[in-house]
């Protein structure tokens, strides 16, 4: 056995967060992505940028805004790479009036809990839209993480999966789906 193996085996033993910077990034450019797929003008803020992490407009320059719509979206991304996680994310109190609409994004990209190595378990990644109104009503401010658990609200959540969760900013932006 080599010496690098050794040390990979040693190192792996050690229980220290697992850190994935390039897996998490790309989750808010997945959101950029299924935002633009529906057509709504997207674009990233600066990182480690104050309560939102991408800006939503509508496409058209010369749409007039109407009394329902918003001129702009603040989202805010948040994702957790194990399809085993808990299915809650950090949220600090102080953040909840800087954004509008919050996409969890679950990449599900393997298992990591009790003693899983991420090598299976993979499955589709999921996304959920919350409005910021969903997300005040399921925070929880006492905590030292001040966490958004959404374990148990399946059936609540649903609305906001996927493409009918893009949907929203859409609506909010007054963006018509493309059609003929």
Not at 60 to 82: F, G, N, T, W
């Amino acid at each position: 056995m080599s010496q690098c193996t050794l040390v990979d085996q040693n190192e792996m033993n050690k229980k220290s967060p697992l850190r994935l910077p390039v897996v998490s990034a790309s989750s808010e450019y997945l959101v950029m992505g299924y935002l633009m797929r529906r057509n709504i003008l997207t674009y990233k803020a600066p990182p480690n940028h104050e309560g939102y992490d991408l800006i939503c407009i509508h496409p058209d320059p010369r749409h007039l805004i109407r009394d329902c719509e918003m001129a702009q979206v603040r989202v805010q991304v948040k994702s957790r790479y194990a399809t085993d996680c808990d299915r809650a994310f950090p949220i600090k109190e102080n953040s909840l009036d800087a954004f509008d609409f919050l996409v969890v994004v679950f990449l599900n990209i393997g298992r990591f809990n009790r003693n899983h190595d991420g090598s299976y378990g993979a499955e589709t990644i999921e996304f959920y839209t919350l409005p910021n109104q969903f997300i005040r009503e399921h925070h929880h401010p006492n905590s030292s993480w001040q966490k958004v658990r959404l374990r148990g609200l399946e059936t609540e959540i649903e609305q906001y999966k996927d493409a009918q969760g893009f949907e929203q900013i859409a609506d909010a932006l007054g963006i018509e789906k493309p059609m003929r």
